[in-house]
């Protein structure tokens, strides 16, 4: 099975002039191609990167209206609908991470980080410093861990998330690779990567940086079969 690359969102005509509407491009010249937002540069037209200010507007303006996307490197990124082992395993490995982490963590499945300007991810799972209360006016900006679950979208998480987590300098992220069963340990960010990976298989343990005493079973992070 070949893992998918990313579905990033095209726009509609009417998106598109909604936007000028709106001021998205401040006096610059753009031109809708194929559903790709252009601008004209000084080097020539090049794709229209957004900020998370404009992908907030953009779903205040009803453009996202029961699509499940996410802001990646200027990017709107469409996502695939989650299979059924894809959602076991998420709650399977939030259940696991609950009971590793305790008071003064909170556990996030599915919900925005703010790491960058131009990038407002949602992981399947974030494990952040503080209480739910902590977060009511801004998202989290970072995380200590970061876990995304891959069937289709393993090369995406293994390049595009890698370097966006990496980047805003996420110490930690972990693949939990259905297609090979295995989970991938990314650490040590590193400019637009991390420095070290590891895989680990059945019957082998992880251990959070945040959370060294803990020895996870890799066996609890996938599914039964």
Known sequence: MVAAEKLVRKFSQKEFEAMKEAGFFCG???????????????KGLVPRRWTRGEYYRMGELGFFNGQKVELVEGEV??????????????AKVTRVLFQVFGEGFTIRVQLPLAIEPESEPEPDIAVVLGSPDDYIDEHPSTAILVVEVSDT???Y????????????????????????????????PQGQGYAEVQVL?????????SKPEAKIPVDHLLPAR
């Open 28 to 42: 610059q010249k753009a031109f809708l191609v194929d559903g790709v937002v252009f601008v004209e540069t000084e």
């Open 77 to 90: 990124i469409t996502v695939s609908p989650m299979g059924a082992g894809h959602a076991a395993t998420i």
């Open 153 to 155: 979208s393993l090369l």
């Open 157 to 188: 998480d293994r390049t595009e998330k890698a370097k966006v987590y990496a980047k805003a300098g996420i110490p930690e992220y972990w693949i939990v690779n259905l297609l090979d069963r295995q989970v991938e340990v990314y650490r040590r």
């Open 201 to 209: 298989k059945g019957g082998e343990f992880l251990s959070p940086l």
